[in-house]
């Protein structure tokens, strides 16, 4: 009331002191009169009044009555006194008059009308906001951007607003590298530092809203977030200018295959799990299908890049300020926050380069985004990280980081400390940057108070572990962070806990250990495939990785005690004398347990905890000797009452089993091993009733992984009690496809174990579990129940020979249909489906006859994924099948399957890209054992042959090089098994293709892979001529022993 009462009477002293006609000032009074009223109830104006009058004013270029009318409206607007009528024409006057030398007042009373303004005709002023000229003064310059900025926020895209949006963004990037008001000097520091944070804020909206602007851009937006996070940190860096900031060509060399891959995104098939679990496939368990756990977000995503928006805000809160920042004056103290106003503006816009620009481009800028030595003077985001002085600005950079170092393995991959002396290579250069930046980190873990940057900076860090290669990089300073990260593991804030584990997690999960990983997480020297060969640096560092022996090595004394009763009971046993205490210096696995062991540890630090053992079964040498204390924490993870502690239990207990399962153990540790399965058996049974279907799943694939040893010393209770239970999951017809398809894969695991191979019944008892789900509408239900069937069909084959009955007529029908139908699904059930299907053929070649059609159905099948799948784990699968097929007669009974064969292998020998395919179809070759099986397309896959081991020398990708050697001598093996077949009649064909363009080749290549390989493979190669020449020179013509001649010495190989 006292603002619009002071308004009224400047207004009115305004209107009695300008000189203009008696007329004009009564109009005006009068309508003062109208708008000044005493009632309750607002009152409709029409704007074109007005707009006529603010057009009269400013016509008689009455500047300050003008400026009085709009700050009286203005409040009168804001005060719902007033309504007005058709509000777009005042609208529309005050944007046409809009001049660089307009008033605030002008520009106030725009916002305050677009603020009252419907949303949805926002849109029609944004293509004259965006062409509004610059203004010349910082609190005009302030308003306009605010009026900008509100109506970007209701616009919807079109190509239109986009043409518009990027005018808009190029006028906001030239106003920064002009500088257009670094040299005000009456305005403010605070309104600069305002109209900073709010262009910056808006850049990043239109940043956001168009990805390939920011593409064309880069340089330029770039050198604005580098040149603003300096902001107001020194002195003198509230007047820098930016600069145009050029990419580093020899960071381009980034790696494709890594731009868009994330983890945990792929589906995990029904097979087999990996030899070697790397990073990845750990995630894949995590998330052991997109649909198990129908989450939209990877679990890697969210708890290493993080999900807080540490820039809602300013300023320090209380409890994270230095002391000297609450002492600080409250005028310095506003001053400073909107200060970090603006290096969080500026982090947010490199939050939206980071989501919109491909890894390829933002890597261009690694020089600029992260250190790239020690003596680096550039504002990177880890040194925001460690020296700014404002706790969210901290904590955003490094979530930043984290952003950017998130898939960045394949570029990273470069690094290499080791490099010539003479010059600096960008390999070396490389290794300096990320070694700088574990330093950085190390810094930041050593120094920092405030938990959230704490966390941020552990989430950085577990991302940069995960990405480098440490294997190519100088020792020594794995050493530094894991000295911080050990004391920080042990914080009591959960979050900064977690965080570090975290970091462990992806420390000990890294396949190629070196020395100085080994000894940080208490891998033994004798337990792995590494040599010590710095021993002394080692022994520097000693403290960095032992326990803290006054509190662990009590807690393990009392421990002892307390099994001291049964320990005596089985003193004889040598399984238990094995069982030894923790060593010293494997201080994070006994950190971890007892976070499990303990009754007060919360939720996500149990969780993590589990999941670092998840990652330590890696390196299954570290948890061997110590099964009796990981089956007490699983079965009570098992039993937990907080369903994620129980899942990531399971998924534990996955991987440590799966491990476990692939070791032969030691004689010692024979009854650790089967102790550790039947003490977890009862908790898995317990867990799985009333279970979400995530865990359950989780719980069948954990029992598949008992391995053929355990499961064979089972006793026979329990071993029915485990292949009742897995039935009844796969049975229950109530059950979760899902879950019926784990215990399903379960099952089909067992199948191949000794006991169970030559067990009939149970394998036709899984084979109908297998024909109830195959055509389940999940993709994942399918893809197991297809791998199910293929574990079905070699037991099958197997078995053939010793088992004295046969698998019934009517069952070997159904799964040879279920194959067949399956060889027309995804690629991923047909690649498991065509192996099968090979595998049942041959049984049913076995059969009585009268099947000869379902044998004519399936093997077009198997030849149409040949000719036409796109999979090339399919097209192996299918030429590996069908290799076992042609060695069976009743294959080329029909005339046509030869004709469909023979004319497919050859095009897959010589065009297909993957070698392993080419190999593949070579084989089938090897496998036909008569001449007149080839009909007439001997000499088409004789010249196939010769193009295909000529094209083998050239390689169109660099993955094939390691398949190229075992292509070769497959080809050179079928040339020659060629050539034992050949009759006299095939000479003449044999020496054309052989002395046209390809000799020269074929034969440097046929005399390589003949001295390469061991001398059983050989003999072959070394024998094919000179047979070749014995068999058929007494019933050969003149032609045809030319033609003999030629192939023999042109293939002949002098011993």
């Not at 520091?189 to 956001?208: C, F, P």
């Not at 995630?283 to 649909?291: D, F, G, M, P, V």
């Not at 006793?715 to 229950?732: I, K, N, P, W």
Request: charged residues 20%; glycine residues 6%; contains cysteine.
């Amino acid at each position: 009331m006292e603002t619009h009462d002071a308004l009224l009477q400047e207004l009115l002293q305004a209107e009695h002191e300008t000189g203009q006609d008696e007329e004009a000032r009564q109009a005006h009074l009068q309508l003062i009169n109208e708008l000044h009223h005493q009632l309750v109830v607002p009152v409709g104006v029409a704007a074109e009044r007005l707009q006529h009058l603010i057009m009269e004013v400013r016509k008689r270029g009455q500047h300050d009555l003008l400026r009085r009318w709009q700050l009286w409206l203005n409040e009168l607007i804001l005060a719902r006194r007033i309504i007005l009528v058709r509000s777009h024409l005042l609208v529309a006057e005050l944007m046409e008059a809009g001049q660089p030398d307009s008033s605030s007042a002008e520009l106030q009373l725009l916002l305050t009308l677009l603020k009252t303004t419907p949303k949805e005709k926002l849109a029609e002023y944004w293509p004259r906001l965006t062409t509004l000229p610059k203004m010349r003064n910082v609190e005009t310059a302030l308003l306009l951007l605010q009026c900008q900025d509100l109506v970007l926020n209701e616009l919807k895209e079109s190509p239109d607003e986009a043409d518009h949006s990027q005018s808009l963004a190029n006028s906001l990037v030239h106003m920064h590298f002009e500088g257009c008001w670094l040299e005000v000097e009456k305005e403010t520091e605070e309104q600069m530092a305002l109209l900073m944070a709010l262009s910056l804020e808006l850049l990043q909206k239109l940043v956001a809203r168009q990805p390939n602007y920011a593409e064309h851009q880069i340089p330029e937006l770039i050198g604005l977030v580098q040149c603003y996070l300096q902001y107001g940190e020194t002195e003198g860096s509230t007047s820098l200018m930016p600069r145009r900031l050029p990419a580093a060509q020899q960071s381009a060399a980034y790696g494709l295959e890594d731009e868009h891959q994330q983890p945990g995104q792929k589906l995990r098939s029904g097979g087999r799990k990996n030899k070697v679990r790397k990073m990845r496939s750990l995630a894949k368990q995590r998330n052991q299908a997109a649909s198990d756990s129908q989450e939209t977000n990877s679990r890697e995503r969210l708890l290493l890049v993080g999900n807080q928006d540490y820039g809602c805000l300013t300023g320090d809160s209380g409890e994270n300020c230095p002391t000297s920042d609450a002492d600080q004056q409250p005028e310095t103290k506003h001053l400073r926050h909107l200060q970090a106003k603006v290096r969080i503006s500026a982090l947010h816009l490199l939050g939206s380069l980071t989501k919109q620009l491909p890894r390829r481009s933002l890597y261009s800028y690694w020089h600029v985004l992260f250190p790239d030595s020690d003596s680096a003077g550039g504002r990177n985001l880890l040194l925001v990280g460690q020296k700014d002085t404002n706790s969210r600005c901290r904590a955003l950079a490094l979530q930043l980081g984290a952003q950017l170092l998130y898939g960045s393995k394949g570029f990273l991959s470069q690094a290499c400390s080791r490099g010539p002396s003479n010059f600096t290579p960008f390999a070396v250069s490389l290794a300096s940057s990320v070694l700088s930046a574990y330093r950085t980190l190390s810094a930041i873990l050593e120094r920092e108070f405030a938990p959230p940057v704490l966390t941020q900076c552990l989430k950085c860090l577990a991302v940069l572990v995960q990405a480098t290669p440490f294997d190519q990089l100088e020792m020594g300073f794995v050493y530094e962070f894991v000295c911080h990260v050990k004391k920080l593991a042990k914080s009591a804030d959960p979050p900064v806990a977690v965080s570090a584990l975290l970091v462990m997690e992806m420390l000990v999960a890294t396949t190629k250990l070196t020395p100085e990983i080994a000894s940080s997480v208490g891998l033994a020297p004798d337990l792995r495939n590494v040599r010590l060969d710095q021993v002394d640096a080692i022994d520097d560092f000693q403290e960095l990785c032992d326990s803290d022996p006054e509190v662990e090595l009590e807690e393990e004394a009392d421990l002892e005690k307390e099994e001291q009763p049964k320990a005596q009971q089985k003193s004889l046993n040598p399984a238990h004398a094995l069982s030894q205490s923790i060593p010293r210096n494997s201080w994070l696995l006994r950190l971890v347990l007892r976070y499990l062991e303990g009754l007060g540890t919360p939720i996500t630090v149990r969780i993590e905890c589990f999941q670092v053992l998840q990652a330590m079964a890696i390196h299954i040498g570290i948890l061997r000797g110590h099964q009796a204390r990981l089956a007490k924490v699983i079965s009570a993870g098992l039993r937990d009452l907080v369903a994620d502690v129980k899942l990531y239990a399971a998924r534990c207990l996955d991987s440590v089993g799966y491990q476990l399962g692939r070791l032969l153990p030691e004689q010692a540790e024979r009854e650790q091993q089967m102790s550790f399965w039947l003490s977890l058996l009862p908790a898995t049974y317990e867990a799985y009733d009333g279970a979400g279907f995530p865990l359950k799943c989780a719980l069948c694939d954990a029992l598949s992984n008992m391995g053929a040893f355990s499961f064979e010393r089972l006793s026979d209770g329990h071993r029915t009690a485990l292949l009742a239970f897995l039935s009844g999951c796969a049975s229950d017809d109530h059950e979760e496809p899902l879950v019926r398809g784990a215990a399903l894969r379960a099952m089909a695991v067992y199948v191949l174990h000794p006991s169970l191979r030559t067990d009939l019944g149970f394998v036709e008892n899984t084979a109908e579990l297998t024909l109830r789900i195959i055509d389940d509408h999940q993709l994942v239900v399918r893809i197991k129940a297809a791998w199910a069937l293929g574990n079905i069909s070699d037991a099958l084959v197997a078995g053939i020979s010793s088992q004295t009955e046969r698998i019934s007529a009517d069952l070997l029908g159904r799964l040879i249909q279920a194959a067949t139908k399956s060889c027309s699904d995804h690629d991923k059930v047909r690649a498991n489906a065509v192996r099968a299907l090979g595998n049942l053929l041959q049984i049913l070649q076995l059969q009585p006859a009268g099947s000869e059609e379902v044998m004519q159905l399936a093997m077009s099948e198997l030849l149409d994924c040949v000719r036409s799948s796109g999979n090339a784990k399919v097209k192996w699968n299918a030429c590996h099948a069908i290799g076992n097929l042609v060695r069976h007669r009743g294959f080329f009974a029909s005339g046509n399957l030869p004709g469909i064969l023979f004319p497919a292998l050859s095009q897959l020998m010589v065009q297909h890209i993957n070698f392993k395919v080419r190999t593949n179809a070579a084989g089938v070759l090897l496998r036909v054992e008569r001449r007149q099986d080839f009909g007439g397309h001997f000499s088409t896959v004789w010249r196939a042959l010769l193009e295909a081991l000529e094209r083998s020398n050239a390689l169109d990708s660099f993955e094939e090089y390691n398949h190229r050697d075992a292509l070769q001598q497959q080809l050179c093996l079928a040339i020659a098994h060629l050539l034992t077949l050949a009759k006299s009649g095939d000479l003449p064909a044999i020496r054309e293709s052989l002395e046209g363009d390809f000799l020269e080749q074929v034969r440097d290549t046929w005399r390589r892979v003949a001295f390469r390989i061991i001398p059983e493979r050989s003999a072959p190669l070394f024998t094919c001529a000179s047979l070749l020449e014995q068999r058929l020179q007494a019933e050969v013509t003149t032609q045809q022993r030319c033609a003999l001649v030629f192939i023999t010495s042109s293939l002949r190989l002098d011993p």
